[in-house]
């Protein structure tokens, strides 16, 4: 049984500023928590019901009913465990040489950033650098979106004025006027740059884009979806050709 104090302070880690102020998130769900348990990753402390097996574990498990689960769940449907674990801290600085690494500019829904972290992770993109108002990486919908690949895929908060201008790779920019992906030659090394959802690529990051690139439309839609363009893009920019 969770006690009033214990309730609370679990539900206190849906807010962004007590995560930060604890560093700690939350993660759910069987397949996510049972990947976050294997990886090694710091996990403090596991609230389950009975239902749930338990891998080997020193982690402190905590046996719940399933309405005080979907009192601590951030799910819809909540699924059996649900764990707290710490944040990593940023280290180092990421390396860009040959490689491809996405940039995100100003990613605001949540889901979003989840999904293209999984993309990423699907492509072979271990590294991703976001502008300081990209939606947060330990949203709990981030998290739950990245369906564990959070766990391989690191991530840069920074300037990103700052940042491109000191790099020496190619930048390539999702744009409406770019050249047409299947033209474009795949980059042994560079940077992908990923607008915002609604607004695309800022004005004062146009400037470090060498090469403008776009998906070419030929049915009706307005737009794509921020993740769904950084899935179509990375298929073409990542793929062998003969």
Known sequence: MLSKNELKYIQSLCQKKQRSAERLFIAEGVKLVTELLASGYPVEKIYAVNEWEAPVTDVPITRIEAFELEKISTLQTPNQVLVIARQQEEKGEPDLSKKLTLVLDGIQDPGNLGTIIRIADWFGIDQIIASTDTVEYYNPKVIQSTMGSFLRVKIWYR??????AIQQVPVYG??????????????SEG???IGNESKGIRESVLPFITHAVTIPRTGKAESLNAAVATGILLAQLKSPRS
Not at 174 to 187: E, Q
């Open 159 to 164: 300037d990103l004025e700052t940042f491109l």
């Open 174 to 187: 999702a744009l409406l006027d770019g050249a047409s992906m299947y033209t474009t030659p795949v980059p």
């Open 191 to 193: 940077i992908l740059v």
